[in-house]
C-alpha cells in the first residue's frame, strides 16, 4: 500500500502561471520531506526539502508547504517555465530509508 | 565535481545469465543505495550500504546482491537475470544517514532481460 501518494499523474500549466503539485502521507511518524525532479533518461535531482517542525521553505521559484494534520505536502512553482517541465516526485523519510510517491509529470507549455 | 556514475547505461542480457551493474561515486559518501524504477512503483530500494562492508537489504532484494569493499563502489549483482527485473536502475549516495539527508542519484541504467 502506497504510504505516500501523488493523485494526480500529470498536470499541465502554462508558462508563467503558478504550478500546484500535491502529496499526500498515511504515516505521522514522517517528519522529512523531499521532492525531486526527474527528466527522461536522467537520475532524480534533489529539488526542495521541509522538516515537519516547519510548515513552509521556499527556495527561489519554488515554495514547499506542510500541513502536518492533513498530512499534506504542495510543491508551488512560480512562475512556472518551460524548463519545468519534468517528473516531480514526492519522497518521505521512514527509519532513515526514502519511501517514494509514484510522481507527477508536468508540462509547462509556451 | 563531485559525481556519481553508472555502468553501463544501457544493457541487453538473457535469462538466467548473471549481470553486474557498476555504481561508483566521488562524493565520499557513507551511505550508498540501488533503487529500481518500473511504472506504476515509483522508486523501490533493492539493497543499500551505509559503509565499507555493511549491506542491508531493501523492500525489493530477492534476486539481487551487493557488496562493499570500498567507499565508493557498489555494484549490484543480478544472480540469474529474471524477464521480471527488466528495469531502469538508480544508484544514489548520501553523506550520513540521520534520516534527513539528501540522495544524489547517478544517470540510471536501463536493463532489458530477454
Known amino acids: 500500500d502506497q504510504q505516500v501518494k501523488q493523485n494526480s499523474p500529470s498536470l499541465s500549466v502554462q508558462e508563467g502561471r503558478i504550478s500546484i503539485l500535491n502529496c499526500d502521507y498515511t504515516?505521522?511518524?514522517?517528519?522529512?520531506f523531499l521532492w525531486y525532479k526527474k527528466y527522461p533518461a536522467e537520475g532524480p535531482t534533489f529539488l526542495i526539502s521541509?522538516?515537519?517542525i516547519k510548515d513552509k521553505n521556499e527556495d527561489g521559484r519554488f515554495t514547499v508547504f506542510l500541513n502536518k494534520s492533513a498530512k499534506h505536502l504542495s510543491l508551488h512553482i512560480v512562475p512556472s517555465q518551460p524548463g519545468d517541465s519534468a517528473v516531480y516526485f514526492c519522497?518521505?523519510?521512514?527509519?532513515?530509508?526514502?519511501?517514494w510517491g509514484l510522481g507527477t509529470s508536468l508540462a509547462v507549455n509556451p | 565535481d563531485a559525481e556519481i556514475t553508472q555502468s553501463p547505461r544501457h544493457k541487453i542480457t538473457e535469462t538466467g545469465r548473471q549481470v553486474t551493474l557498476a555504481c561508483h561515486q566521488t562524493?565520499?559518501?557513507?551511505?550508498m543505495f540501488w533503487y529500481r524504477q518500473d511504472l506504476g512503483h515509483g522508486l523501490r530500494l533493492i539493497h543499500y550500504?551505509?559503509?565499507?562492508?555493511?549491506?542491508n537489504k531493501g523492500e525489493v532484494s530477492d534476486g539481487y546482491s551487493v557488496s562493499r569493499s570500498n567507499t565508493e563502489d557498489l555494484p549490484l549483482t543480478l544472480e540469474s537475470a529474471a524477464s521480471s527485473q527488466t528495469s531502469v536502475y538508480f544508484c544514489?549516495?548520501?553523506?550520513?544517514?540521520?534520516?534527513?539527508?539528501?540522495?544524489?542519484f547517478g544517470p540510471g541504467t536501463r536493463l532489458t532481460v530477454l
Open positions: 562524493w565520499n559518501h557513507n551511505n
Open positions: 544514489a549516495s548520501s553523506e550520513s544517514s540521520g534520516g534527513t539527508d539528501t540522495q544524489y
Open positions: 519522497a518521505a523519510y521512514n527509519n532513515r530509508k526514502l519511501i
Open positions: 521541509i522538516s515537519s
Open positions: 504515516n505521522s511518524m514522517f517528519d522529512y
Open positions: 550500504s551505509y559503509g565499507v562492508q555493511d549491506t
